[in-house]
Nanobody
């Protein structure tokens, strides 16, 4: 009953910027917490940043001062502004949402993932 669709991934040079978006659609009661995760080749998926419905944010140490997470509740859309990108930021980035469905509770929904490649 809910789908997350990401956009904005691509190839950028070190020091460049990129903005990811994730739009939620479908039938659901509400969206609570949302977050961005990433998975590099040969590594486990890790949290990048998350944000509550009340706009409280939390960041992993390796992105503090460089990335900014935000959301537009009216548009049901999550964003990740990535500045000063480094080669080690190369990964598949996934959006995640905790959703209260019309007939279910505490649903965990994942986007399909979008590839970010940082290389000269």
């Amino acid at each position: 009953q809910v789908q997350l669709v990401e956009s904005g991934g691509g190839l950028v040079q070190p020091g460049g910027s990129l903005r990811l978006s994730c739009a939620a659609s479908g039938r659901f009661f509400s969206i609570n917490d949302m977050g961005w995760y990433r998975q590099a080749p040969g590594k486990e998926r890790e949290l990048v940043a998350d944000i509550t419905r009340g706009l409280s944010t939390n960041y992993a140490d390796f992105v503090k001062g460089r990335f900014t997470i935000s959301r537009d509740n009216a548009k049901n859309t999550l964003y990740l502004q990535m500045n000063n990108l480094k080669p080690e930021d190369t990964a598949v980035y996934y959006c995640h949402a905790e959703v209260a469905g019309l007939f279910s509770r505490n649903l965990e929904v994942w986007g399909q993932g979008t590839l970010v490649t940082v290389s000269s």
